[in-house]
C-alpha cells in the first residue's frame, strides 16, 4: 500500500503562483511513477503531469507545459508540482496518484493509488 497526502493548496490570483506537495509513505517508490491529476466542477478528472520516480523523466500536458514543473525529493519521499503563471482555468481540486511500473499513462485508472486532494482557486 501506498498512502498519499496532498498540501499546498489555495486561493491565489491570476499570474500567481503555487506550489503543491505530496508526501508518500507506505513502500519505496522507486519503481513507481508519480501524478499529478485535477478536476473541475462538472469535468472528468485530468491528467497534468508525471515523473518517473527513477530518473526523474517527466511528461506534461500541453495546456500546462512552461508553466508548471513536476519534481520530486527521494529523501523527504514527497513528489511536487510547482505552477507559475496560474490562470482561472487552472481551478480544481488537484491529486497527487503513484502507479507501479515505468509507463507515465495519462489515464487515471491507469493509477492505484490516489490521495485526497487539494483545492487551488484561481481568481481573475
Known amino acids: 500500500q501506498v498512502q498519499l497526502v496532498e498540501s499546498g493548496g489555495g486561493l491565489v490570483q491570476a499570474g500567481g503562483s503555487l506550489t503543491l506537495s505530496c508526501a508518500a509513505s507506505g513502500r519505496t517508490l522507486s519503481s513507481y511513477v508519480m501524478g499529478w491529476f485535477r478536476q473541475a466542477p462538472g469535468k472528468e478528472r485530468q491528467f497534468v503531469a508525471a515523473i518517473r520516480w527513477s530518473g526523474g523523466s517527466t511528461y506534461y500536458v500541453d495546456s500546462v507545459k512552461g508553466r508548471f514543473t513536476i519534481s520530486r525529493d527521494n529523501a523527504k519521499n514527497t513528489v511536487y508540482l510547482r505552477m507559475n503563471s496560474l490562470k482561472p482555468e487552472d481551478t480544481a481540486v488537484y491529486y497527487c496518484?503513484?502507479?507501479?511500473?515505468?509507463?507515465?499513462?495519462?489515464?487515471?485508472?491507469?493509477?492505484?493509488?490516489w490521495g485526497q486532494g487539494t483545492q487551488v482557486t484561481v481568481s481573475s
Open positions: 496518484a503513484a502507479r507501479s511500473g515505468a509507463l507515465m499513462h495519462t489515464a487515471p485508472q491507469q493509477y492505484d493509488y
